[in-house]
């Protein structure tokens, strides 16, 4: 993986958005028409509340404007297909994959006027919308569904700890990358487009190297791709970083049982 690409993802002067695009260009091709078509969105949502004074107001008649009016709404989905990682196609269509999603809407939200970040609720990653210093919204990404004060408390029971002194903390750009290429590496696996998956990921492990289970999905990939040779060294590495876990003791089987023979080429 290119090594200035991998400092631009983790640097802390690139805004999340930026950050996700450069994935997608990486993954895919360059999003040419998405910042029209994100500039026109928020227009039309700059203009839906241009003349609205209370900011709490103000925030609900955005929230609607984006999932009705710029039909943003979508059903939750148990998989997410390849299209709704890709940006350019995932805004034209409106089906974004969760991730992707908020991070777009933050986007959106904060070209409003507003201050946003992502959260994570017990089960959900939700976008919070900051009216002013006494109300904020919980939404949902994908359907637009907002937490009620005591939805929330029932969430918030379920974190460990006293759920009066729990802060609901913004999720760290690094983890929301990750979140959203681990995804995106399993929707092409259901696609079978292996040799887009293996691209991912070299690009999960290029951000956490010392991960065995991103290196048994690398040797899977590679296997599928008939380069077991190559497959075996990230096998090998699950097994013995993950000696318990039920797959590295089939895998330790199946090693076991293959000998590796080094091709001579004349």
């Not at 065995?212 to 060294?233: I, M, N, S, T, W």
Request: aromatic fraction near 8%; include cysteine.
């Amino acid at each position: 993986m290119n090594e200035l690409l991998l400092s631009e993802i983790n640097s802390d002067e690139k805004g999340l958005l930026r950050k996700f695009l450069l994935v997608d260009d990486f993954m895919f091709t360059k999003a040419e028409s998405f910042y029209t078509d994100i500039d026109d969105i928020i227009i039309q949502c700059q203009n839906a509340i241009e003349n609205v004074e209370n900011p709490l107001e103000c925030a609900e008649i955005l929230i609607n404007e984006l999932f009705v009016e710029q039909m943003f709404i979508d059903n939750a989905k148990l998989v997410w297909p390849v299209i709704s990682f890709q940006i350019e196609t995932a805004i034209a269509y409106r089906t974004l994959a969760p991730t992707l999603k908020a991070v777009i809407l933050c986007h959106i939200i904060e070209a409003c006027g507003f201050e946003s970040d992502i959260v994570y609720i017990p089960e959900k990653t939700m976008v919070r919308i900051i009216c002013d210093e006494q109300y904020a919204i919980i939404f949902e990404p994908v359907t637009g569904e907002s937490l009620d004060w005591q939805q929330l408390d029932v969430r918030m029971n379920d974190l460990e700890g006293d759920p009066s002194q729990l802060e609901l903390k913004s999720i760290e750009a690094s983890v929301l990358i990750l979140e959203h290429l681990t995804a995106l590496k399993n929707a092409l696996i259901r696609e079978l487009n292996f040799d887009a998956a293996l691209k991912c990921v070299d690009m999960l492990i290029a951000l956490r190297p010392d991960d065995p289970f991103e290196r048994r999905d690398r040797g899977f990939l590679l296997h599928q791709l008939d380069c077991f040779k190559v497959a075996y060294d990230d096998y090998q590495y699950f097994v013995e970083h993950c000696p318990k876990d039920p797959a590295a003791q089939l895998l330790k089987l199946q090693l076991e049982k293959v000998t590796i023979v080094d091709t001579v080429l004349h």
